[in-house]
């Protein structure tokens, strides 16, 4: 049983950063090979792709985004953050984090609440 967990969300001003954290715990053969990724979903709207991490390091970004949120993880602490800056009250969201394994099912956390205002 694999179980993710956000933090960090809250309220900030517009112009501002947030940095979220997404801790991987229970029974996994190896964190390293997992595909990590923060994604996010607005009231009524659907989940979207904010960014992506991949076993070799690589990243992939929403274009809107690219520039100011930057993913990384830490394999030994099996952590993955998202550093947010510049913030706009579009990026209001809850910020879900993903772990997605070579083949099998994807595991998501139960997300965090980031609320950008102006």
């Known amino acids: 049983q694999v179980q993710l967990a956000e933090s960090g969300g809250g309220l900030v001003q517009a112009g501002g950063s947030l940095r979220l954290s997404c801790v991987v715990s229970?029974?996994?053969?190896?964190?390293?090979?997992?595909?990590m990724g923060w994604y996010r979903q607005a009231p009524g709207k659907q989940r979207e792709l904010v960014a992506v991490?991949?076993?070799?390091?690589?990243?992939n970004y929403a274009d809107s985004l690219k520039g100011r949120f930057t993913i990384s993880r830490d394999n030994a602490k099996r952590t993955v953050s998202l550093q947010m800056n510049s913030l706009k009250p579009e990026d209001t969201a809850v910020y879900f984090c993903?772990?997605?394994?070579?083949?099998?099912?994807?595991?998501w956390g139960q997300g965090t609440q980031v609320t950008v205002s102006s």
């Open positions: 993903q772990l997605k394994p070579p083949s099998g099912r994807d595991v």
């Open positions: 229970g029974t996994i053969f190896s964190f390293r090979i997992n595909t």
């Open positions: 991490i991949n076993r070799d390091g690589s990243t």
